[in-house]
């Protein structure tokens, strides 16, 4: 791990270089593309016949299932498994992970049903911002004029009984560290729900480490970050990726036992980062 004084700065660059690929390599991501189109096109009508089926009688698990199954496949799809420790809580909560590439949110969805948080931009992204727009994710702006909304809408997701997962560092890092917490959707967790259907929210920390499953992968492998291509890092795992994803969910931290947003913050991160310096540990090992 980092240098603990110097475990909030990092070289946020790096040279992004178009992957040395064989042919094997080629065919095989350009096939397990295909395959992912074929499914997506086929689960899209699904999904939107649930979404009517659940505003229509309320039942959400449908959408859950498809989007899970969906996930499971697609994460198949690049070489990974998922690995589970801990439980999804059951109880209306706010998921906080830390942050290592897009894929997190197919590995969490594929456990946990929840509602994503995501910087506005993801929503222009080609392809992926329409699948998170059909997920009813919640884009946010960087916008202090914008914080009151932003609540507002965060606590109708959680009094219609959704829990929603965040990314609390606010990007992406390469997998090695884990950068420090912005506080401020932790607010959620001290503000009563509309209507007050819910008096307080607790925070579930989860955690999660890619294993790269060869040894000529580098570890971080999986990170995307800074200014790396998004469509170079799609190539990459889709044509050589082999690995495991561990999500660890942590026991459920009661906001009522925290002062404020920052304390909590602060708590949640320690917990992320004592469990992914761990799972280094023991790779290293």
Known sequence: MENPDDKYLWKTDKED???????????????????????????IPLF??????FNQTGIKKPMFTIRRYWSLLTLRLCGLRIKVKGTFSSDICLVVCNHISWLDILAIQSIADVVFVAKS???????????????????????????????????????????????????????????????????LAFNNTQEKKVEFINIQPLSIFYKPKNSNMSIDFYGWWGNMSL????????????????LNFHKLLKSDSFHDRKQLASK???????????????RQD
Do not use: M
Request: hydrophobic share 45%; with cysteine.
């Open 17 to 43: 270089f178009f992957p040395k690929l064989t042919v094997y390599e080629l065919a095989t991501g350009f096939l397990r593309f295909l395959i992912f189109i074929s499914f997506t096109l086929c689960s």
């Open 48 to 53: 939107l016949l649930a979404k009517i089926f």
């Open 121 to 187: 931009d993801v929503k222009n992204w080609p392809g992926l911002g329409f699948l998170a727009k059909l997920a009813n994710t919640l884009f946010v702006e960087r916008n202090p004029q914008k914080i009151v909304l932003h609540s507002q809408q965060a606590n109708e997701i959680l009094s219609n009984g959704n829990s929603i997962c965040f990314f609390p560092e606010g990007t992406s890092s390469d997998g090695l560290r884990v950068l420090k917490f912005r506080s401020g959707f932790f607010q």
């Open 231 to 246: 469509f170079l890092h799609i190539l990459k795992v889709l044509c050589k990726s082999s690995g495991i994803i561990s």
């Open 268 to 282: 949640a991160e320690d917990i992320i980062r004592d469990d992914l310096r761990f799972y280094i540990e023991k």
